[in-house]
């Protein structure tokens, strides 16, 4: 099994600022997705790279994939206090049957 | 938009119980997981299931069983709670395609075992 090395784990910033969360692996990853879970709900899908240095963009977030595909970025521009909850990275790693590795998480606070 | 329901969003069960969760999706997802999350520790691999009656274990199956009768059904067992199973756990669904592993989460089952 893949495994994924999260940080920071936790993050407390006030409305505004910048942050960038990181994932890292030994291994290559063959694709990583990341998601945001929320207070008392399940994890919803942010975004999926796939090309060694691809950055996407999904408002004030963008996220980049490493150009030899062992680590990605998070990166939120003047966050907001709805940006609050948990990051987790995900990756198929090779295996069969969509079963992902996660990461442990990063928790985000925003304060207004 | 893909729908994945918990049967229910908490439980308080005693030590020895036997613990049913059950987890439904109304997208025709081949795959389905359970996973358990606890602090510090990301989220767990149970089990999964790639088809019916098909099942797969993950990271941490020891005190779980699981069942897969119906395509959109996937039941997580626990067989004689323990205090140590008390957690939050999340069902999952994904298509069986190569790179299009989204997974679409529950809202998840906060359990505590007393």
């Known amino acids: 099994t893949q495994l994924l090395e999260q940080s920071p784990q936790f993050l407390s910033i006030q409305e505004g600022e910048n942050l960038t969360v990181y994932c890292n692996s030994s291994?290559?990853?063959?694709?990583l997705q990341w998601y945001r879970q929320e207070p008392g709900e399940g994890p919803v899908l942010l975004v999926t790279?796939?090309?060694?240095?691809e950055v996407k963009k999904l408002k004030r977030l963008t996220f980049q994939f490493g150009d030899a595909r062992k680590d990605s970025s998070l990166h939120i521009t003047a966050a907001q206090p709805g940006d609050t909850g948990l990051y987790l990275c995900?990756?198929?790693?090779?295996?069969?049957?969509?079963?992902?590795?996660f990461g442990q998480g990063t928790i985000l606070t925003v304060h207004p | 938009d893909v729908k994945v329901t918990q049967s229910s969003r908490y439980l308080v069960k005693r030590t020895g119980e036997k613990v049913f969760l059950e987890c439904v999706q109304d997208?025709?997802?081949?795959?389905m997981f359970w996973y358990r999350q606890d602090p510090g520790l990301g989220l767990r691999l149970i089990y999964f299931?790639?088809?019916?009656?098909?099942?797969e274990k993950g990271d941490i199956p020891e005190g779980y069983s699981v069942s897969r009768e119906k395509k959109e059904r996937f039941s997580l067992i626990l067989e004689s709670a323990s205090t140590n199973q008390t957690s939050m756990y999340l069902c999952?669904?994904?298509?069986?395609?190569?790179?299009?592993?989204?997974?679409?989460f529950g809202p998840g089952t906060r359990l505590l075992v007393l």
């Open positions: 790279v796939v090309t060694g240095g």
């Open positions: 999952a669904s994904s298509l069986r395609l190569a790179g299009l592993e989204t997974q679409y």
């Open positions: 997208m025709d997802h081949e795959n």
């Open positions: 291994s290559v990853f063959s694709s």
């Open positions: 995900g990756t198929a790693g090779g295996t069969s049957y969509g079963k992902l590795t």
């Open positions: 299931s790639y088809d019916v009656k098909m099942k």
